[in-house]
């Protein structure tokens, strides 16, 4: 863990389901999140993903990425270019600050028409003992 | 004034911390991670809010204060709600058997602002969640309250059913006004430039005192004075010598993004309209560009435009 790695990459399928389902089992009832013919009168092409999805979306790519041990400490986003069905999304990731066990990481979310979301966690990574390196590399 | 005010009092979360909404919050959203299973399980940190959420219920502890904002701006016909930023810090795990409660406070609104989704205002307020009365996590959530800019029409169209008593049908198919461009605006200063475009001619003054041109068209000239002036017509080549790209706020009848560029004539004088021919990522100063008259709208003159082209592809 150190400033400057870059986490492996997740790509996410943007599907209705996903859009619905995270609307749902995140208790947000917004008709912009499950009637397309809603979200179009307000303005929108489709249904788009909802912000407490996107929000545990970056959540669990850190964790992914970190490990179950792995605990977050603030989750901060903003949200540009909307997830719409049919769409994918790719989360990347950098660390940008190590403090103890405790790293910053900026994560961004790209779909195919823009940023969808921008954002920094901070995960805290109980330190592991550190195991034996073959050679002695400190 | 609404700032600083409660938005929501002595808030209970409708459901406690509990095993099936965190398996169902997990599958929904493909998170697999051991620690939110199993007999130690803790709720994943991100369904902070999920915790506080109204439901279909609604959300009862809404203060009046926050009512009262929101129905200044849905009185302003900022009608519809799209959440832009949310910031969440966890003080410590949320377990099954938690039972949270919560106050949430108006940080600020913003004034109008102008946004790709039409013209609203942001509304941030900080929640404090608290279990037991210690505090477990705050959460701050920005939304923006705004009025449509345009409507999407439905997919299916909804065809009004035939009925034979002649009644009228419940649904109305809606139909959305196709919007207009901005007309010109056509005075005795500037009338011999449109008379021009009308003749797919672009016109540029020519000072009689000086020769020097000019455009946009003027009824003096800066340089010498005088009043005086004929016009000549510009041959159509250009250079673009600067260009913008507009991606935000879209107006009616236009379709972002798309290149505006300040063409260099040949003749020497610049003049300001679309790009055409050439993405819009593609559009590069020095690119040289040859005017044409496109008609976007039954009824209105075609208007002067440059089309660009791209270098030729290299075949293999
Ligand atoms: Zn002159």
């Known amino acids: 863990m150190r400033t400057g790695d870059e986490l492996p990459e997740l790509e996410i399928a943007i599907t209705r389901t996903l859009i619905v389902a995270g609307a749902i089992a995140s208790r947000d009832f917004q008709d912009v999140h499950h009637d397309a013919e809603s979200a179009r009168a307000k303005g929108s092409p489709d249904i788009f993903m909802n912000i407490l999805t996107t929000n545990g979306l970056v959540g669990r790519y850190v964790t992914d990425c970190f490990g179950p041990a792995a605990v977050l400490r603030k989750l901060a986003i903003r949200l540009g270019a909307p997830n719409y069905p049919g769409d994918t999304m790719v989360l990347t990731g950098r660390i940008e600050d190590v403090d103890g066990d405790t790293a910053v990481v900026r994560v961004v979310g790209a779909n195919g028409i823009g940023r969808h979301v921008s954002g920094t966690v901070t995960v805290s990574v109980p330190q592991q003992p550190p195991s034996p390196q073959p050679g002695g590399t400190p | 004034m609404f700032e600083g005010r409660p938005a929501v009092s002595g808030g209970v979360g409708k459901d406690p911390v509990n095993e099936p909404m965190i398996r169902h919050w997990c599958e929904a959203l493909g998170d697999t991670s051991a620690a939110y299973a199993g007999p130690d399980a803790v709720a994943p940190p991100a369904m902070l809010q999920v915790w506080t959420m109204g439901g279909l219920s609604g959300n009862a502890g809404r203060s009046a204060a926050y009512e009262e904002l929101l129905g200044l701006l849905d009185g302003a016909g900022c009608t519809s709600v799209v959440a832009t930023d949310c910031e969440q810090e966890y003080l410590r795990p949320l377990r099954p058997g938690d039972r949270v409660t919560f106050d949430s406070v108006v940080e600020s609104v913003s004034g109008p602002k102008s946004t790709k989704l039409g013209t609203g205002y942001f509304v941030t307020t900080r929640t404090d969640v608290r279990v037991d009365g210690e505090p477990v996590g705050t959460h701050r959530f920005r939304i923006l309250k705004y009025a449509p800019v345009r409507t999407y029409a439905p997919s299916v169209p909804s065809r009004a059913p035939e009925t034979?008593?002649?009644?009228?049908?419940?649904?109305?198919?809606?139909?959305?006004?196709?919007?207009?461009?901005?007309?010109?605006?056509?005075?005795?200063?500037?009338?011999?430039?449109?008379?021009?475009?009308?003749?797919?001619?672009?016109?540029?003054?020519?000072?009689?005192?000086?020769?020097?041109?000019?455009?946009?068209?003027?009824?003096?000239?800066?340089?010498?004075?005088?009043?005086?002036?004929?016009?000549?017509?510009?041959?159509?080549?250009?250079?673009?010598?600067?260009?913008?790209?507009?991606?935000?706020?879209?107006?009616?009848?236009?379709?972002?993004?798309?290149?505006?560029?300040?063409?260099?004539?040949?003749?020497?004088?610049?003049?300001?309209?679309?790009?055409?021919?050439?993405?819009?990522?593609?559009?590069?100063?020095?690119?040289?560009?040859?005017?044409?008259?496109?008609?976007?709208?039954?009824?209105?003159?075609?208007?002067?435009?440059?089309?660009?082209?791209?270098?030729?592809?290299?075949?293999?």
């Open chain 2, 164 to 316: 034979p008593t002649g009644q009228k049908p419940q649904v109305a198919p809606t139909s959305t006004p196709t919007p207009t461009r901005p007309r010109p605006v056509i005075n005795r200063d500037n009338a011999g430039f449109w008379d021009g475009v009308d003749r797919h001619q672009l016109l540029i003054q020519r000072c009689l005192g000086c020769r020097a041109l000019r455009f946009p068209w003027l009824p003096g000239c800066n340089a010498c004075g005088s009043g005086d002036w004929d016009t000549v017509e510009a041959g159509g080549d250009g250079t673009v010598f600067s260009y913008v790209v507009l991606h935000h706020p879209p107006f009616p009848a236009f379709d972002p993004p798309y290149a505006v560029g300040l063409i260099e004539l040949a003749e020497g004088v610049r003049i300001i309209s679309n790009v055409v021919g050439v993405p819009y990522d593609k559009v590069r100063i020095g690119m040289p560009v040859r005017l044409e008259f496109v008609r976007y709208e039954e009824g209105q003159p075609a208007l002067p435009v440059f089309r660009g082209d791209l270098p030729a592809e290299v075949g293999g």
